[in-house]
Each structure stands twice: as C-alpha cells, then as structure tokens.
C-alpha cells in the first residue's frame, strides 16, 4: 500500500483537486455525496480519510492513534479543518488497511491507557466505516473514542454506541441562534444525542470552543453549562481556547476566514468560562 496518511492536524494538507473545487463551487454546500450512508460492512469496505497521527494526548485518554475521516455537515467559523468538509477530501482506505496500521501501534496504546479516537470531519458521515473499525478495535482489547458534533446523532443504534468507550462531544453553543451562527446548523439534534448518551450511561467529556465575541458570552455559557450539568455520564468539560492555526487552510481554500482579526480569549476570560462551569459541580480543564 503506497499510501502515505500520516500527519497533523494543524500541517496543510489541501489537495490542489480540493483548491480548485473550492474556487469552481460552493465549497460550504453540503455535496449529496456527504448525505450517503455507506453500504456493506467488512473488511472490503472502503471510508475516504483524510489523514492519521499516532502519539496524540489531546483526543481522549492517554496516548491516541487518531484518524481523521472526512465528511461534516457543519461549517463552524472556527474549523481548523476546512479540508476535511467533504468526503472526497480523502483518500479511499479499506477496513483492512487501517486495521494493518493500528496493529502496528496497539500494544504501545495499550500501555499507555490510551487507545483509537476517529476524528475528522465528522466520523458519523462515514458511520458503517467508523463502526467497523471501532468493532475490530475493541477485539483487540483497545479504548475507543469518537470527536463528534453530535449531528448525525440519530444515525447510531444503541449496539453501535456499546462500542464506542467515550464520546469527545463538542457542544458549540447553548443558545439556538449562536449555534446556528457558528455552524450554520441546528444545535438541537445535538443536545438530543447528548441527552440519549446520558440516559444510556455511555460516558462523555463535552468541548467547548472559547471564541472572544463569538461563543463567549455570559448567558451563552450558562446555558451550555446548564447542558452540562444534567449529564449523568458527563466526566469533565474541556474548554478549548480559540487560536488562528486553521486560519492558513483556509486561505489556502480560497475561503474567506470569518475570524482573521479574532485574538485568542485571554487567561481571565477562560477563568470566567471555566468558572462557570465549575459552579456547577462540574469538573473543568
Ligand atoms: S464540526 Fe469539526 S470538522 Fe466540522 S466544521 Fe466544525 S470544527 Fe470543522
């Protein structure tokens, strides 16, 4: 297998095919292709994926083997992955193939606590392939974790979501119309999932995007807060300070990035949020 997939998430990684799409079209259309589910499970089956790291402590407990899938229904103002908003941004990998590299690394994650997190993009655009690799992980004894929005959530059976150990679950806004702002989606189908989670005991760490003038706002935040703290299986809350490492992907899209003179939230602003958070009983990072 020639394929060459490795690296990070903040290196560049457009494609002059994904450049030219985007200066040709819309490149914030959701293409029909993104709206397909894949077919037959198995080995065979092929996911399009844009890139994997190994030696991630940032995407769940300790050291991670970390795919990014591609696909998203969201546009979030602040995405550091503009290049992985459609499926045909990656490169088709089969089951088999991804598998070949995780057992490389498996014991090493073992040892460390840590274990497999799908990222993206949005892994639940591609959920037959997310699900056999999460299957064929935990065969392997490995910890496995989804990076999710939570959008496609009514995409997932509950067999699906005994396979998954923990849920990364971004919630980008508490209030409805600052949500659909930063996303250009609806925040509801989000809160359902992270309310059928909690239900189902399956455990979480919810993360929030601290973004000076977008996301900051008091009421804001006690509204996700609120979220938060009726969440049975919720283990902490991450607050992510906003930063400009996404802002060269997009330039290199030729998109036009809404938060180019944004600073990132000053250590008192994060105190406040983290604060709020924490008023509630919940533990914060
Ligand atoms: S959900 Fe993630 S990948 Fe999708 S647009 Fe938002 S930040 Fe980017």
């Known amino acids: 297998?020639?394929?060459?997939?490795?690296?990070?998430?903040?290196?560049?990684?457009?494609?002059?095919?994904?450049?030219?799409?985007?200066?040709?079209?819309?490149?914030?259309?959701?293409?029909?292709?993104?709206?397909?589910?894949?077919?037959?499970?198995?080995?065979?089956?092929?996911?399009?994926?844009?890139?994997?790291?190994?030696?991630?402590?940032?995407?769940?407990?300790?050291?991670?083997?970390?795919?990014?899938?591609?696909?998203?229904?969201?546009?979030?103002?602040?995405?550091?992955?503009?290049?992985?908003?459609?499926?045909?941004?990656?490169?088709?990998?089969?089951?088999?193939?991804?598998?070949?590299?995780?057992?490389?690394?498996?014991?090493?994650?073992k040892i460390s606590h840590g274990g497999v997190t799908l990222s993206g993009g949005e892994p639940m655009v591609q959920k037959a392939f997310a699900m056999q690799i999460f299957k064929r992980c935990k065969q392997l004894g490995l910890h496995t974790c989804i990076d999710t929005a939570g959008r496609?959530?009514?995409?997932?059976?509950?067999?699906?979501?005994?396979?998954?150990?923990?849920?990364?679950?971004?919630?980008?806004?508490?209030?409805?119309?600052?949500?659909?702002?930063?996303?250009?989606?609806?925040?509801?189908?989000?809160l359902d999932y992270a309310r059928r989670l909690s239900d189902l005991g399956r455990p979480m760490w919810v993360?929030?995007?601290?973004?000076?003038?977008?996301?900051?706002g008091y009421d804001n935040v006690e509204k996700v807060a609120d979220v938060c703290a009726g969440l049975k299986s919720l283990e902490r809350v991450e607050i992510l300070r906003f930063h400009q490492m996404g802002r060269d992907k997009w330039e290199k899209l030729g998109l036009e990035y809404p938060l180019r003179d944004v600073e990132p939230p000053s250590p008192e602003l994060a105190e406040r949020v983290r604060g709020q958070f924490r008023s509630r009983g919940l533990t914060v990072y």
């Open 1 to 109: 297998m020639g394929q060459t997939l490795s690296g990070s998430r903040y290196e560049l990684h457009v494609s002059r095919s994904g450049a030219a799409q985007s200066k040709s079209q819309d490149y914030f259309t959701i293409h029909a292709a993104d709206l397909e589910e894949s077919g037959d499970p198995g080995e065979d089956l092929v996911g399009n994926v844009h890139s994997w790291e190994v030696g991630s402590t940032v995407d769940g407990p300790g050291i991670r083997f970390v795919a990014f899938l591609t696909g998203c229904f969201l546009r979030c103002q602040y995405c550091h992955n503009p290049d992985t908003w459609h499926k045909n941004n990656g490169r088709p990998v089969s089951v088999a193939r991804a598998m070949q590299e995780i057992r490389k690394y498996a014991q090493v994650l």
């Open 152 to 190: 496609l959530g009514d995409r997932m059976t509950d067999e699906d979501l005994a396979l998954i150990d923990l849920h990364l679950l971004d919630i980008k806004s508490g209030d409805p119309a600052i949500y659909e702002q930063v996303t250009r989606q609806p925040l509801q189908p989000t």
């Open 207 to 216: 993360r929030y995007v601290l973004v000076p003038g977008l996301t900051d």
